[in-house]
């Protein structure tokens, strides 16, 4: 698969650790301080010199980055990074903190030596997750079934029962795999479909129908709270989600 790329200096293909995506971002006068949406996601960044963990949001976040700002990223589909990780997503929800908060100070430094020393630091940095990923136990696969009935439009209750899960069990799940209950995980999947639809042209009354909407103006409140911008900025340059560590590219334009 060819790079995905906006013209914003952002660029996006399938990693080689099969779980998540691979992007990289150079801030321009553009699209500084361009506005990260909720995804459900946790990426991992190398900025700075820097490793960076960029946890689950439940609004649009605006980093703050001089022009010039070069990020590579690890965007691990939700519920995949707390296992790599090894701490629970609810924790880093809302969070942009330092690898080394996670994992001990010497291996973070080795690992910043490897990618400061790579010509290839975004291979390098999908080599760390998959030497991580042998290391560790694998994702539970019930919450990627989880993640799959939500994404479908399935609701919470239809998606615990499909899981066999109770309602109490799935949502205690859902915090430490994907940094909220299932109830925001499903509005923020919701979310990012109907922006992908609208960004191929599809009218917004359209959209709001084949994405699970009650109506447009349902679609324009949830967008709203979610992100707290009017769907119309969010749908245009000054307002797309520019990935410094959330943000599917569905929601890069």
Known sequence: ????????????????????VVWTRTVTGDDAGAAVLPD????????????????????????VAAVGTRYVGLRFFPGTAPALLGVPADALRDQRIE?????SSGTVRRLSEQLGAADDPVSALERIALRRAAEVEPPDPVLRRVVAALDAGW???????????NARLLHRRSLAAFGYGP??????????RAL??????MPFADTAASTGFADQAHLAREVRDLTGMPLGQVLTRSGAAAPDGSGLVSAAG
Do not use: H
């Not at 925001?184 to 990012?192: D, G, H, K, P, Y």
């Open 40 to 63: 459900g996601c946790i990426d991992l960044l190398w900025v700075g010199e820097r490793l960076v963990i960029a946890g689950p949001d439940t609004r649009a976040y605006r980093p």
């Open 196 to 201: 992908a639809a609208a960004r191929r042209g």
């Open 1 to 20: 698969m060819d790079d995905a790329w906006d013209g914003l200096g952002y660029r996006e293909r399938p990693s080689r650790f099969g779980q998540a």
């Open 155 to 165: 609701s919470v209750g239809a998606t615990a029962e499909a899981a066999g899960l």
């Open 99 to 103: 690898l080394a908060d996670v994992w």
């Open 183 to 192: 109830k925001t995980l499903a509005r923020v999947l919701r979310m990012q």
